[in-house]
């Protein structure tokens, strides 16, 4: 950041909530999204570009099998896949998180593990007979824990909102409400760190 910058922003905090800030691209890489079924994997996306709609982000879906690496993107978050994503059988495991983000000495790694089973274990019984409503059950509950998880990410802190997606655990009431999002504290949290960010993003994107 240059000084000149750091002036700015010190003289002017109103920059800060600049609605005309340019979209982060942000890449969103899916390990072995092939285990996911068509219908989950559809409201996998819907549901996670839903909650994130209030940010300054553009999302580019890409399969880490098929990414091209000389695509360039601001930002880049890998999702990992954990645990069984098809309805299972047989009882339901101990209970685990549903997903988490990697931390090293203090700082948010854009690495996510998405735990499938335990996503699922939430949300229904292992009686659910519908598969179609299973599928979308998944899909939704596996965008809203990835929401969750991008949310430390893009904010770079590990703490928790008091509502919304961004809190410290969902209940089953949580992955089936329909208006679940990103709560205002948390939304302005990420632009800030979005903004503070941004000269260095615009010096590797504007020659
Ligand atoms: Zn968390």
């Not at 209970?95 to 948010?108: D, I, K, N, Y």
Request: include cysteine; proline fraction near 6%; hydrophobic fraction near 40%.
């Amino acid at each position: 950041m240059t000084p000149w910058v750091i002036l700015l922003l010190l003289a002017n905090p109103v920059v800060v909530r600049d609605e005309t800030l340019k979209p982060v691209q942000l890449g969103l890489i899916l390990e072995a999204e092939d285990r996911l079924n068509p219908e989950t994997r559809a409201w996998f996306r819907s549901e996670t570009e839903r909650i994130l709609k209030p940010l300054p982000v553009s999302i580019g879906w890409r399969s880490l099998e098929r990414y091209d690496r000389r695509e360039s993107f601001d930002r880049i978050i890998v999702l990992r896949l954990k645990g069984d994503c098809v309805w299972p059988d047989s009882e339901f495991s101990p209970e685990r998180p549903l997903g988490f983000t990697h931390v090293t000495s203090g700082a948010v790694l854009p690495y996510v593990e998405l735990d499938c089973l335990s996503i699922q274990r939430t949300l229904l019984s292992k009686l659910e007979p519908s598969v179609v409503r299973r599928s979308r059950m998944l899909g939704i509950g596996l965008g809203r824990v990835t929401a969750h998880e991008i949310y430390h990410v893009l904010s770079g802190s590990t703490a928790h909102a008091a509502s919304g997606v961004a809190k410290r655990a969902f209940s089953r009431e949580d992955l089936f409400r329909s208006d679940v999002g990103l709560d205002a504290s948390s939304i302005e949290l990420i632009r800030k760190r979005i903004s503070a960010e941004r000269p260095l993003l615009l010096e590797t994107t504007e020659p």
